[in-house]
Nanobody
Framework: QVQLVESGGGLVQPGGSLRLSCAASISKFSMYTMAWYRQAPGKQRELVAHITSISRSNYADSVKGRFAISRDNAKNTVYLQMNSLKFEDTAVYYC????????????WGQGTQVTVSS
């Protein structure tokens, strides 16, 4: 059974840092584009960052320069390093595995809560 398991969320003060991890039990993990989404209360889920199979990354404007996405294909894991956290970064963060083919399944994790509060 395919699973994406996020970890690393928690409570942090403004200006602080957190590192999220997503461990994926996916065959051919290296071929997937991996992404982090977030959803704040009362808001739609939004794309935070993604990293392709060749490790090209892209970020939402709101996190550019503060967040960094990376992947370790040997460990089937994707990371999101979050620095200089702001109140508005508070959300549930979800890991997503986007397949290289529409005939393959897409996967989501259960989410991990990140709360930025003083």
């Amino acid at each position: 059974q395919v699973q994406l398991v996020e970890s690393g969320g928690g409570l942090v003060q403004p200006g602080g840092s957190l590192r999220l991890s997503c461990a994926a039990s996916i065959s051919k993990f290296s071929m997937y584009t991996m992404a982090w989404y977030r959803q704040a209360p009362g808001k739609q889920r939004e794309l935070v960052a993604h990293i392709t199979s060749i490790s090209r990354s892209n970020y939402a404007d709101s996190v550019k320069g503060r967040f960094a996405i990376s992947r370790d294909n040997a460990k089937n894991t994707v990371y999101l390093q979050m620095n200089s956290l702001k109140f508005e970064d508070t959300a549930v963060y979800y890991c997503n595995a986007r397949p290289p083919s529409i005939t393959w399944a897409e996967y989501w994790g259960q989410g991990t809560q990140v709360t930025v509060s003083s």
